[in-house]
Each structure stands twice: as C-alpha cells, then as structure tokens.
C-alpha cells in the first residue's frame, strides 16, 4: 500500500512541471506550476482552459493566478516520485 503524500510536499515536486487543474466551476486549466502558497493559490504559466472533457483548448490566458479555495483538484502526469 502507498504511504500518503503531504500535499505541499507534492506541490514543491511538481512546480515546473504541466498540471491539469479542475475548478469548483467545472472549469479545467491546464499550464506550468510556477509558484503556490499556504493557501494552495497557484501561479501558472502558459494557461489555457479546455473543455469539459479536458480534451482540446477553449482559450489561452499565459499566466493565471488560480485562489485554492476554488481548485477541487490537480493532476500531473509527469512523474511526482
């Protein structure tokens, strides 16, 4: 069985590297992780939302500032370790 992950522990392995990001909204983001807080707010680079099915690209922002209360969940599919 996998041992749990701290949650700030895993966002430090993972700033730099592309994240998907769900919102309470049903909105999905996706860009590189530059930076986060306490909060979980993060700062992403090249950001774009996709559609419901976080398939193709709806629209292009470049850098979002994303408030943690807001974020359900992210997902990575490069390698945390």
């Known amino acids: 069985m996998e041992r749990p992950q701290?949650?700030?522990k895993t966002l430090q392995k993972l700033v730099g590297k592309h994240v998907t990001i769900r919102l309470?909204?049903?909105k999905v983001l996706r860009g590189i992780l530059v930076n986060y807080d306490d909060c979980m707010n993060l700062?992403?680079?090249e950001?774009?939302?996709l559609d419901q099915k976080g398939e193709n690209v709806v629209v292009k922002y470049g850098r979002l500032?994303?408030?943690g209360t807001q974020i359900l969940y992210i997902t990575?599919?490069?390698a945390v370790g």
Request: proline share 6%; glycine share 6%.
């Open 43 to 45: 700062i992403i680079d």
């Open 6 to 8: 701290q949650p700030m």
């Open 24 to 26: 309470k909204n049903n």
């Open 47 to 49: 950001g774009e939302e």
């Open 65 to 67: 500032v994303i408030r």
């Open 76 to 78: 990575s599919e490069e």
